[in-house]
């Protein structure tokens, strides 16, 4: 994903690249655009996988959210703000049309204000709470957000670049790297039980 991010704002700076990508016909640009909105729909419902959904108190906020989020936004678009300031219009007459932006505020408010419900079923689940370790190594293998172990021995050989806000933290990168030799190591000694019982 970080590779792919890189890669647009590259074409988007270089001439050559950002005319190779105007040559795209709409319809691909178009579809390209809602599986992008899908799969963010889709990662912002597999947020809510650690979150009880038994309890009353969570349905409620995230449908007041879900409900809100969508009436603000149309109430704001259909008679716009109107304070006379012609800034102060402009700018909250943009965000209050954000549906996603009024959902999630609505939501972090609710989340935060309202009682009833322990930090475990709110969603916040620790480290300590991870019942398998293989199970937590194998999926910093599939992190599609973790960057190829050559990319990571790279950023720490040269550790100043790591304070660039588009690249991990020096610390970061080194728990990926210790999590992935682990789950190497985990499984070259799996295969090579296997091969012993052959």
């Not at 480290?127 to 398998?132: N, Q, S, Y």
Request: hydrophobic share 45%.
């Amino acid at each position: 994903m970080q590779m792919a991010g890189v890669f647009l704002i590259l074409a988007g700076v270089i001439s050559k690249f950002a005319a190779f990508l105007s040559m795209i016909p709409e319809p691909i640009i178009g579809g390209l655009l809602a599986m992008g909105v899908c799969l963010i729909n889709g990662v912002s419902l597999s947020n809510l996988q650690t979150v009880d959904m038994k309890l009353s108190r969570n349905l409620t906020i995230i449908g007041v959210s879900i409900i809100m989020g969508l009436t603000v936004a149309t109430h704001f678009e259909k008679t716009p703000l109107n304070t006379g300031n012609q800034i102060v219009d402009d700018v909250f007459g943009t965000l209050l049309t954000i549906r996603m932006l009024i959902g999630g505020v609505i939501a972090f408010v609710l989340d935060n204000i309202t009682g009833g419900a322990t930090r475990r079923q709110r969603g916040f689940v620790s480290e300590i709470d991870e019942d398998d370790d293989v199970e937590e190594q194998a999926t910093v293998e599939m992190n599609g957000y973790a960057l190829p172990s050559k990319l990571n021995q790279f950023f720490l050989r040269y550790s100043w670049l790591t304070y660039l806000p588009v690249i991990p933290s020096e610390r970061e990168i080194r728990e990926i790297e210790e999590k992935l030799c682990n789950f190497k190591f985990i499984k070259n000694s799996e295969s090579i039980e296997s091969v012993k019982k052959v």
